[in-house]
């Protein structure tokens, strides 16, 4: 089970409370993980990756065992402490500004 957490505005979009849980099958990477979220949540589709590009959105950032994945290739397998539950998959808000 790959435990996943979003941000609080993303949360309510959802309607989940809390971490969401994702059972994959298969490696488990970024992409895998957000291909799962959005088919489970779609009111999700679009809101953490481009529609078109599947880039990820200005201002989210993606970490997993305090280190930060955003700039790493989606289909990279993430560490197995994510790939086993003991570890969230996060999706952070970025703050910006002055």
């Avoid at 589709?45 to 989210?60: S, W």
């Avoid at 994945?69 to 003991?86: I, K, Q, T």
Wanted: aromatic share 6%.
């Amino acid at each position: 089970m790959i435990r996943v957490v979003i941000p609080f505005h993303l949360r309510t979009l959802a309607q989940v409370d809390g971490e969401v849980k994702l059972d994959l099958q298969g490696p488990v990477t970024q992409r895998s993980i957000l291909d799962a979220l959005e088919a489970r949540y779609p009111t999700l589709k679009g809101t953490i990756r481009d529609h078109g590009t599947l880039k990820r959105r200005p201002f989210l950032r993606f970490f997993a065992c305090e280190q930060d994945l955003s700039h790493e290739p989606p289909d990279d397998p993430l560490p197995d402490a994510v790939a086993s539950g003991a570890e969230p998959f996060m999706v952070v808000g970025a703050i910006a500004g002055g």
